[in-house]
Each structure stands twice: as structure tokens, then as C-alpha cells.
């Protein structure tokens, strides 16, 4: 069972900062994709910032030069900095990767439960 805890969300005023992470347990094979996703209320779940199975790293363009997506391999932990926040990044902030469990599995996807963040003007 492959699991994804996040943590680190919050409220904060705009300019701020916060860093989210996410510890990822269980049992995994082979990991196409990892990266953060967001919902704000009444919108669609966005993607935020990711590694690519080349371990190159894609921004949304509304988060580049401000966001900054890290993973710490030995700790099984992913992270996102996230700096400058203005109050349109207000939104539930959710991890995610799409991995195998064995040779035989299909990649899906995984998510945490989500951790909300707070941006006030």
C-alpha cells in the first residue's frame, strides 16, 4: 500500500513563505512521475510543479521563479518551496506520483490527503 502524507500548510501573508512536504511509504517499483497539484475553491485541481521520469522538473507558469519543487531520496520525501505567495495561491495543496508497485502492476496514481494553504492580502 503506498501512502503520501503532506504537511507544512498554513496561513500566511502575501510575500510570505511556506515549504510543504511529503513523505511517501510503501512498497514501490518504479516511479514515472512526482510533483505537487492544487485546488483552489470552485476550480480544478492544477498542476503546480513536477519531476519528470528524467528527473527534469516542469513549472506551471503562474508559479516559475517563485515555487521551487525538491526531493530528498534517502528521506523519501518530496518538498515544495514556495516563496513570494500572493493570495491567488490560495489552495488546497495536494502530492502526487504515479508509480508501479511490481514488475506486473500498471502505474497509477497516488495522492495525500491534501494540506490546505492560506495566502491573506
Known amino acids: 500500500q503506498v501512502q503520501l502524507v503532506e504537511s507544512g500548510g498554513g496561513l500566511v501573508q502575501a510575500g510570505g513563505s511556506l515549504r510543504l512536504s511529503c513523505v511517501i511509504s510503501g512498497s514501490i517499483y518504479n516511479t514515472n512521475t512526482m510533483g505537487w497539484y492544487r485546488q483552489a475553491p470552485g476550480k480544478q485541481r492544477e498542476l503546480v510543479a513536477s519531476?519528470?521520469?528524467?528527473?527534469?522538473?516542469n513549472y506551471s507558469d503562474s508559479v516559475k521563479g517563485r515555487f521551487t519543487i525538491a526531493r530528498d531520496v534517502a528521506k523519501k520525501t518530496m518538498y515544495l518551496h514556495m516563496n513570494s505567495l500572493i493570495p491567488e495561491d490560495t489552495a488546497v495543496y495536494y502530492c502526487?506520483?504515479?508509480?508501479?508497485?511490481?514488475?506486473?502492476?500498471?502505474?497509477?496514481?497516488?495522492w495525500g490527503q491534501g494540506t490546505q494553504v492560506t495566502v491573506s492580502s
Open positions: 519531476f519528470s521520469r528524467d528527473s527534469s522538473t
Open positions: 502526487n506520483i504515479r508509480a508501479s508497485t511490481s514488475p506486473t502492476h500498471r502505474a497509477e496514481d497516488y
